[in-house]
């Protein structure tokens, strides 16, 4: 393997007819013929190209151009043709990389009156995650250069102006996503996104809500990134402080009872009875507002709290702007569960955070049902993408919907019958 990349490297030549046809074309202001399986930015054995095409099943042809760039502010996307859905198809990464993380931090609410003013939709008082949008300026600035999106659709001798436009990602990507699809809909009115586990500190309410008609999201059960915003987790860290502050036994014996209820479920397949929970609760906490106020901690909360102010106030009320996870949003419910001994194993193994024999329904939620943090087992490895895409497959095939991977060769003759029928 190493020896067949090593010889391919060296038969390549330093600028591929993609990016001739680019140079040459952009002079004149018309359109080039794409040439397909162009990528930047892997390394010189092509391991994340070939990673892509054998986890998607795409044919060489299908690949039109990839970016696996991933700096800060860069998130790697790609550019396909799927024949069966007669689409192309623009997908971003979500968070991977250490400068993902540095991006997903960037909570701060950003300004989107430039953004909108720029590519034409209305963002008059509108905010935006500030990391998503420089990954957006970034994504944007790329497929201009390189004018992919109207050679393959828009232009005169358009490879396939019969397909539809789809935009796609998972988490970060997602909300990327997002963001493109307000900026190219001026350009591409049929076009759709789909926002796989978009963050939920995303997009001010008007934007998230006004994007219904082409966005959709999905979210799996608890995951925790739809509902990550700074009110969430400062609203989770209050109610921890509060807990901490009302127990009444050991701490140990806290961990004893949350370890012996997880082996319950996992195991024996014990269904939580409110009522003996709440006489549990009862058992290990003061009641609200009742607790002893006179302890070390409480002095320390009190103080923690006033720091905690003081800052608010001084870094005023930009932070404060409520953001939210975009479009119709699909949740899928966490609604039975199958009782087979592997499941149960599996449950052992990774402490109950598999949700290995869980059934999910989806049911239609709205933007703000995502304001508070689900605190479960699971509530961070729902939010891995082959968990969320394993359940809308499932969801899909339940409807009669063909999930197979790539285009078969009927696919791509459809395709192309249509697009000679379209010329001629």
Not at 319 to 334: C, E
Not at 410 to 422: N, T
Request: net charge negative; charged share 25%.
């Amino acid at each position: 393997l190493m020896y067949d990349r090593l010889a391919e490297c060296c038969r390549r030549k330093p600028k591929s007819k993609f990016f001739n046809d680019l140079d040459a074309n952009q002079e004149h202001g018309s359109c080039f013929n794409v040439s397909h399986g162009n990528t930047t930015g892997d390394n010189f054995l092509h391991v994340h190209r070939n990673a892509l095409m054998a986890h998607s099943g795409l044919d060489e042809a299908d690949l039109i151009y990839a970016n696996f760039n991933n700096k800060y502010n860069q998130m790697p996307y790609c550019i396909v043709v799927d024949h069966k859905w007669q689409s192309v198809v623009v997908s971003i990464r979500g968070t991977l990389s250490l400068e993902d993380c540095l991006v997903d931090v960037l909570v701060d609410p950003e300004s989107l009156e430039d953004l909108g003013n720029q590519y034409g939709f209305d963002a008059q008082g509108e905010y935006c995650h500030s990391g998503v949008l420089a990954c957006v300026r970034s994504i944007m600035h790329d497929m201009e250069r390189h004018n992919i999106l109207d050679s393959l659709l828009k232009c005169v001798g358009a490879e396939y102006p019969h397909y539809k436009l789809r935009l796609t990602g998972h988490s970060l990507g997602a909300g990327c996503a997002t963001l493109l699809g307000y900026i190219l809909k001026q350009k591409f009115p049929d076009l759709r996104v789909v926002a796989i586990s978009p963050p939920g500190g995303f997009l001010t309410h008007r934007l998230a809500t006004e994007c219904k008609s082409f966005v959709t999201s999905f979210v799996l059960d608890s995951d925790l990134v739809p509902r990550l915003s700074v009110a969430t987790m400062e609203h989770l860290r209050n109610e921890i402080l509060d807990l901490i502050g009302r127990i009444k036994i050991p701490k140990m014996q806290v961990a004893k009872t949350f370890v012996i209820h997880g082996l319950r479920k996992g195991v024996a397949k014990e269904s939580d009875d409110p009522d003996s929970l709440a006489i549990e609760n009862s058992e290990m906490l003061h009641p609200k507002d009742t607790a002893q106020l006179q302890t070390d901690f409480h002095r320390q909360l009190e103080k923690f709290q006033a720091i905690q102010s003081e800052r608010r106030q001084r870094r005023g009320n930009t932070r404060d702007i409520a953001l939210y996870p975009p479009g119709k949003i699909v949740h899928l419910v966490k609604t039975g569960e199958r009782s087979t001994c592997r499941d149960s194993i599996s449950k052992i193994v990774t402490c109950c955070t598999s949700n290995s024999g869980y059934e999910y329904t989806p049911v239609w939620a709205d933007n703000k049902d995502f304001n508070e943090i689900v605190v479960s087992p699971t509530m961070a490895f729902d939010h891995f993408p082959n968990r969320v895409c394993l359940e809308i497959e499932r969801v899909a095939a339940s409807f009669g919907i063909d999930t197979s991977l790539g285009s078969t060769e009927s696919d791509r003759y459809q395709g192309e019958s249509l697009r000679e029928h379209r010329l001629f």
